[in-house]
């Protein structure tokens, strides 16, 4: 027996149908693809307020860093600034005891703390700060502040140790180092046995001689001179360093305001 099978005719789809399924799949892709870029977007906006936030502290740390050395190094540009004009014009020997007592060798120095800018550098997250002129604004800060530190950290510490402290040891005995060292009233070996636990002992069986040697230490008129040229090369660098550091505190100052923008 012939078994007949039932026909079912194929529907033609016309061109016009094609047409809209191609374009309701053209934009479904479409907008996923737009939804996609608008998150990321919104994840980069985001994250680049996050960096932001994170680099102002940054900055407003090496502002308060700045308040402090700017205060210091004024205070010991005043200083050599005056010994150096003094030495370069007096035409009689100087009391080397009193000079113990009153010469600054410390040094402050200016370190850029830019751990966040260092992180955005080395992962590419510098990419997330659309704003170009935030971002100029914070690469320009960075190489001034590095510039600063490295006045600070490198060509006055070179400076320093390299020259400064040579040429007055040249100059000066050994007494000088030690008075000074100690302090005319001991509170700098009394407050640190930890540090100096035989110095105050030490210096209480030769103080009397010690002071004595130190005021009868006279130096000549040249040899005055020469201190003077010692002060005005220190300042010279001191001040370098410091015109970087009133320079890069008015910067921060700037820079904060306008990160600070818009919040």
């Not at 550098?121 to 960075?142: F, P, T």
């Not at 010690?210 to 005021?215: A, I, N, R, S, W």
């Amino acid at each position: 027996m012939e078994v007949h099978h039932p026909h079912h005719p194929t529907h033609k789809k016309k061109w016009s149908e094609y047409l809209l399924e191609f374009l309701m799949l053209f934009l479904a892709v479409s907008m996923g693809f737009v939804a996609e870029n608008v998150r990321e977007k919104y994840v980069e906006r985001e994250r680049s307020e996050e960096l932001i936030q994170a680099f102002i502290i940054d900055v407003k740390s090496n502002q308060s860093q700045l308040d402090s050395l700017i205060i210091q190094n004024q205070r010991c540009s005043n200083y050599f600034d005056s010994l150096s004009i003094n030495h370069a014009s007096i035409d009689h020997s100087i009391d080397l005891f009193e000079l113990s007592k009153s010469l600054d060798f410390w040094m402050y120095r200016f370190m850029n703390r830019k751990t966040i800018f260092e992180q955005m550098k080395s992962s590419g997250s510098l990419r997330y700060i659309q704003n170009k002129d935030k971002l100029k604004a914070i690469l320009q800060y960075e190489e001034h502040a590095n510039l600063a530190e490295s006045r600070s950290m490198e060509t006055e510490t070179q400076q320093y140790f390299n020259q400064f402290r040579p040429s007055l040891e040249k100059l000066l005995p050994p007494s000088f180092y030690i008075i000074r060292e100690i302090g005319t009233n001991n509170s700098k070996a009394a407050k640190n046995l930890a540090v100096f636990p035989g110095l105050l002992k030490n210096y209480l069986l030769h103080d009397k001689e010690l002071e004595k040697q130190l005021q009868n230490e006279k130096l000549s008129i040249s040899q005055i001179r020469d201190l003077s040229k010692i002060w005005f090369h220190r300042n010279e660098r001191l001040q370098t360093s410091l015109m970087s550091q009133l320079g890069l505190r008015v910067e921060g100052k700037h820079l904060i305001t306008l990160l600070e923008e818009n919040k």
